[in-house]
């Protein structure tokens, strides 16, 4: 006879549900900094395109938010009990018109190793295996996509050093990197990020087959392979086109209109997917009068995108 599982607490119950009532279910404006370091083109453009249901976040995944932020609190408060000088918490850097965009998690003057030169900051916490990563080969190739991360940072602020604080989880040890600009590599990666925006259709994929490794965890990869469609919102649509001017704007060429982020994830009726988003899908006609595109679906069956009382088998 199967053990009849312990009942979770009522009060722990109540602590769960309410950790994932008050969080918001955030997606990012752009293209988030962390995003660069990540190898596939294809995974960002539809993430930017925000092509995926986004990740759902429960109550286990928001107290791990909730700790990165209380130790990166922690390792700050470090520098400034070595009397550093640290300021310009969470503020902003942009590029590409906006649509590349993060935040720092401070400035730092006052290190005993240079005492006039600025730093950005950089606090990271790890399990022991990354960790170790990261203390043997240094971030560069122990974390590269912190290094990607922070590399655009410098950029954006015109600053050519950065603190890397890395706090081990397991016993509180305490990686301390300090690491220079490398500006035809921040360069690169802005360049990327730009040729990404303005792709009206996706780039190709990194990963060879459904099962790659490389592609284990991606969050982009139902829709990716043709085993969801794509969210229906201007974003998804082949009438908008991200502006790379002002601040992270979309434009609508069949209002003629800027595009606000509240009708960027509402769409309309009028919306027609990007057809190279639907992966197994065969064009086989368009009505331009009507407004309409009909494919023939990888079941074999015909679907005509804009007409909404149909549905894709």
């Not at 016993?171 to 802005?190: G, N, S, T």
């Amino acid at each position: 006879m199967a053990p009849i599982p312990k009942p979770t607490p009522s009060t722990l119950r109540l602590i769960q549900q309410k950790l994932e009532e008050d969080g918001d279910q955030w997606e990012s404006v752009g293209i988030p900094a962390g995003d660069l370091g990540v190898e596939c083109d294809r995974a960002v453009w539809l993430a930017f395109r925000r092509a995926s249901t986004p990740e759902g976040i429960d109550w286990r995944k928001r107290r791990i938010f909730q700790r990165g932020e209380i130790e990166e609190e922690r390792l700050l408060d470090l520098l400034r009990l070595a009397g550093v000088e640290v300021w310009g918490q969470q503020d902003r850097v942009r590029a590409a018109g906006g649509h590349l965009r993060g935040k720092i998690d401070g400035r730092a003057l006052g290190l005993l190793e240079a005492p006039a030169k600025e730093h950005v900051v950089e606090c990271k916490s790890a399990k022991q295996e990354v960790f170790r990563k990261v203390a043997k080969e240094g971030v560069k190739l122990g974390k590269p996509e912190h290094y990607a991360t922070f590399q655009f940072y410098m950029y954006g602020l015109g600053i050519d050093r950065v603190l890397y604080l890395m706090s081990n989880k397991n016993d509180e040890d305490i990686h301390y990197e300090r690491v220079p600009y490398d500006a035809e590599f921040a360069m690169r990666l802005v360049a990327r990020a730009e040729r990404l925006i303005s792709m009206p259709t996706p780039p190709g994929r990194l990963c060879t087959k459904r099962d790659d490794f490389r592609g284990q965890f991606c969050r982009q990869a139902a829709v990716c392979w043709g085993e969801e469609r794509p969210r229906v919102h201007c974003r998804s649509c082949i009438h908008s086109t991200p502006l790379m001017h002002g601040n992270a704007g979309w434009d609508c060429a069949r209002w003629s209109k800027p595009l606000s982020l509240d009708e960027q994830d509402e769409g309309c009726a009028a919306h027609l997917f990007v057809p190279e988003m639907l992966v197994g899908y065969e064009q086989v006609d368009a009505d331009e009068a009507a407004e309409t595109i009909t494919y023939r679906t990888p079941s074999g069956d015909l679907w005509t995108d804009g007409a909404p009382q149909q549905e894709a088998a």
